[in-house]
């Protein structure tokens, strides 16, 4: 376009369907998305258990490990919520809350990917803790 760069997709599912040279069945991608709410939903689930289990305890709070874990699984837990609520927020029909093109597309972007960056480095530090 010649406002600048559009990035539109119309299904959340892993990175190789998207980088595909060839066209992906829509049957395929509707199933992929359902996959996708389904085991996100799982992990969602899991990672507020993690978060329940750990944070009552303060003699595990205190530990540096667990810090890190409680950390990590509270930014996933955040990114994991956004990635899963980005359908109702912004669509390629123009429906959704946010509009594309718009400030707030470009600030809920900016945040998801903010985030993804936040779960990485948490990892990054879990790993360098470990050894």
Same mark, same amino acid.
């Given at each position: ?6 990035? %539109?997709?119309?299904? *959340?599912?892993?990175? !190789? ?5 060839? @066209? +992906? ?9 359902? %996959?996708?709410?389904?085991? %996100? ?9 993690? #978060?329940?289990?750990? /944070? ?5 709070? @205190? /530990?540096?490990?667990?810090? +890190? /874990? +409680?950390? =990590?699984?509270?930014? &996933? #837990?955040?990114?994991? &919520?956004?990635?899963? !609520?980005? *359908?109702?927020?912004? *669509?390629?029909? @123009? !429906? $959704?809350?946010?509009? #594309? ?15 993804? =960056?936040?779960?990485? +480095?948490?990892?990054?530090? @879990? $790993? =360098?803790?470990?050894?």
């Amino acid at each position: 376009p010649a406002d600048g760069v559009l990035c %539109l997709c119309s299904h *959340n599912t892993s990175f !190789a369907v998207l980088m595909s040279v060839e @066209e +992906i069945d829509r049957a395929y991608s509707k199933k992929q998305s359902h %996959l996708t709410y389904v085991l %996100l939903g799982v992990s969602i689930i899991g990672l507020i258990l993690t #978060l329940s289990l750990l /944070n009552p305890y303060k003699e595990l709070r @205190e /530990n540096r490990s667990a810090k +890190i /874990n +409680i950390c =990590l699984s509270t930014a &996933l #837990l955040l990114a994991s &919520l956004m990635f899963l !609520a980005q *359908n109702a927020f912004i *669509n390629d029909q @123009e !429906a $959704g809350v946010i509009k #594309l093109r718009s400030t707030g597309c470009a600030v809920y972007a900016m945040l998801q990917h903010y985030l993804w =960056l936040v779960v990485f +480095i948490w990892m990054a530090v @879990e $790993g =360098l803790q470990m050894y």
